[in-house]
């Protein structure tokens, strides 16, 4: 049975997305992975299809999919569906539109229009640049600086897992306002010639397609027409929180390939009737059906409910990254380590979820709720 039930529209997109998916991006991911460069067919295909302007409100001519529009669950399924068969993709996709997502909360309509002109007309890609070698989320600490002066500001500082940069003609970017002291958005030129991307040390063992370089920047000017929204915006409005929800539906898309994956491995060699095998493979799809119903939950109750809805993402999210953990058992012992040869597809997603599973602040995730359960104060949507 389904645990979920789309309506007709979201059936209609998922399948869609599932024959993209397999006719397109499948056959495509092993040359991908191996040369670690950006799926930049797949992200064309997906431009053609309209879904690089998912995340924008219908009035300015996007689908009105993602967390603060008319279709929430949309933008995820779309994550998800690809992250089946290849999650650097689908990790691309997510970030992209989380950028669109918050140029849409935050921007100007000039600014909608300028900012996304090159992914309307090219399919270009928009890194979101917050990850830093030094940053203290806790603490709101950006070691990235923008500096006020007459017209703008002077951004200086490092990034890193930049994902899209090496696609992109536009860089959301998030400083610190050394005026106010809190985070601000800023949008640079990926061609400004104080901007440098180091595309060269990005050499990972899996998610190797989802390119994501470190960036830095020298003494780069920033007009005042290039500053998106206020001071404090993105953590005060609990950005962060929302787009744990993209991560949490990419997991959920990988945990799924593999789970096909090994089930269609065992089925194949008539290996079925193992009882040891039926055991390993039953407590995979437990995992994967938890996690997809408190995701789906949490992503239709956020605009009646933002703060259970982001606590429950957090719960989504831990169990995600723990059934990623667990599966590196439960694949060897339902399907043997033949599974993981180079020849098979569940190699090359163990190994993205290896180390996408690895995105740090982990721990914060259900410590979030245990402070709410136990009445202390705490922070929503942290964890990313």
């Not at 991307?197 to 899996?206: A, H, L, R």
């Not at 245990?370 to 009445?375: D, F, I, R, S, V």
Request: charged share 20%; aromatic share 8%.
């Amino acid at each position: 049975m389904e645990i979920y039930q789309y309506t007709d529209s979201q059936q209609q997109l998922v399948e869609q997305i599932k024959t993209m998916a397999a006719e397109k991006f499948a056959p495509r991911a092993q040359q991908t992975d191996e040369a670690a460069v950006l799926p930049l067919e797949d992200l064309q295909d997906l431009h053609k299809a309209g879904f690089l302007t998912a995340c924008l409100d219908k009035a300015h001519g996007g689908l009105g999919f993602g967390a603060e529009q008319d279709d929430p669950l949309s933008f995820f399924l779309i994550t998800q569906h690809i992250a089946q068969v290849n999650p650097a993709t689908g990790h691309c996709f997510q970030v992209h539109n989380n950028c669109v997502q918050m140029l849409n909360a935050f921007g100007t309509d000039e600014q909608l229009e300028r900012f996304l002109a090159p992914t309307r007309e090219r399919g270009a890609v928009i890194p979101g640049l917050g990850s830093e070698p030094t940053i203290n989320v806790a603490k709101g600490a950006l070691s990235t600086e923008g500096k006020r002066v007459d017209g703008g500001l002077i951004v200086n500082g490092l990034k890193h897992y930049a994902t899209n940069a090496t696609g992109s003609e536009w860089m959301w970017v998030m400083v610190m306002d050394d005026k106010s002291g809190r985070d601000l958005t800023v949008m640079i030129p990926s061609s400004h010639p104080g901007v440098t991307t180091y595309e060269q040390d990005w050499n990972p063992v899996g998610m190797r397609a989802c390119v994501s370089p470190k960036v830095s920047f020298e003494d780069v000017f920033v007009p005042n027409a290039d500053i998106v929204g206020e001071p404090g915006d993105f953590l005060g409005k609990n950005w962060m929180g929302k787009i744990n929800m993209g991560f949490s539906a990419n997991y959920l898309g990988n945990l799924e390939g593999v789970y096909q994956g090994v089930v269609e491995y065992i089925t194949t060699r008539q290996r079925g009737d193992d009882t040891t095998r039926q055991r390993y493979v039953g407590e995979m799809k437990a995992r994967i059906d938890a996690v997809k119903l408190m995701l789906y939950t949490a992503i239709n109750a956020f605009q009646s409910d933002l703060e259970g809805a982001l606590l429950l993402i957090e719960e989504a999210k831990w169990l995600a990254v723990e059934s990623a953990n667990r599966f590196h058992y439960l694949v060897g012992q339902a399907a043997g380590p033949s599974v993981l040869f180079k020849n098979h597809p569940v190699e090359r997603l163990m190994r993205d979820l290896l180390i996408h599973g690895l995105h740090g602040r982990h721990h914060i995730t259900v410590e979030t709720d245990g402070k709410k359960e136990l009445g202390q104060p705490f922070r929503l949507g942290m964890s990313v």
